[in-house]
């Protein structure tokens, strides 16, 4: 089967700028994870979906991140305006049950806020 | 506050030598145990996971992990590494005391020297 598909796989923006990272999930799976990894950190959870619902958004800065998972498919991740300390890679997972006994990950897109 | 601990940030060896990472988690309650991998510029691997049954769980190349309920780990271990071992390995919780969804370790950089 095909994996979680992320793009773009690298981008460099400027302080105050704006940014969106995309998500394509496993077919047939119903929840779907944006993850912030850090340098020399591990992933932490910005936001969970089920279907198109929001489950848990509670890392989420909500002053400058949004997200959302239209038709419970596709997912798109946005930072406005971009701070230096958002540079990371931004993961995003994918699994058949809410309870996450599978995930998938996809490649990631490293992100660099200059 | 609830979280998952791995013990060493890095560790370096030789190839042939026995490897052991250490993962401790503080919730209570069921939870279910995974070990990823994260290879030089490649995305999230998953090595093993841990549901119920045997707390012995063997997973891909080589490795297994220990679920010791009373201490709360679940440590990763394999006989022995070889160069291609070389990677960052991140233990991760579900545990529905923290609403299911997927919590990881800070990560350990292995490097295997040959």
């Known amino acids: 089967e095909a994996g979680v598909a992320q793009s773009p796989r690298y981008k460099i923006i400027e302080k105050r700028q704006s940014v969106a990272f995309w998500c394509n999930p496993i077919?047939?799976?119903?929840?779907l994870y944006w993850y912030q990894q850090i340098l020399g950190q591990g992933p932490k959870l910005l936001i969970q979906f089920q279907n198109n619902g929001v489950v848990d958004d509670s890392q989420l800065p909500k002053d400058r991140f949004s997200a959302e998972r239209l038709k419970g498919v596709d997912s798109t991740l946005k930072i406005q305006p971009a701070k230096l300390e958002d540079s990371a890679v931004y993961l995003c997972?994918?699994?058949?049950?809410?309870?996450?006994?599978?995930?998938?990950f996809g490649s990631g897109t490293r992100l660099t806020v200059v | 506050a609830q979280s998952v601990s791995q013990h060493n940030h890095h560790v370096i060896l030789s190839e042939a030598a026995s490897l052991e990472l250490g993962c401790n988690y503080s919730?209570?309650?069921?939870?279910?145990l995974f070990w990823y991998v994260q290879y030089p510029g490649q995305h999230l691997q998953l090595l093993l996971k841990y549901f119920s049954g045997d707390p012995l769980v063997k997973g891909i190349k080589g490795f297994e992990a220990e679920f010791i309920k009373s201490k709360f780990s679940f440590n990763l271990r394999k006989p022995s590494v070889q160069w291609s071992d070389t990677a960052e390995y991140f233990c991760?919780?579900?545990?529905?005391?923290?609403?299911?969804?997927?919590?990881f370790g800070g990560g350990t950089r292995v490097l295997v020297k040959p």
């Open positions: 077919s047939g799976h119903a929840t």
């Open positions: 997972a994918s699994s058949f049950l809410r309870q996450g006994h599978g995930y998938t």
């Open positions: 919730y209570g309650g069921t939870v279910n």
């Open positions: 991760a919780v579900n545990a529905r005391a923290a609403g299911n969804k997927l919590t």
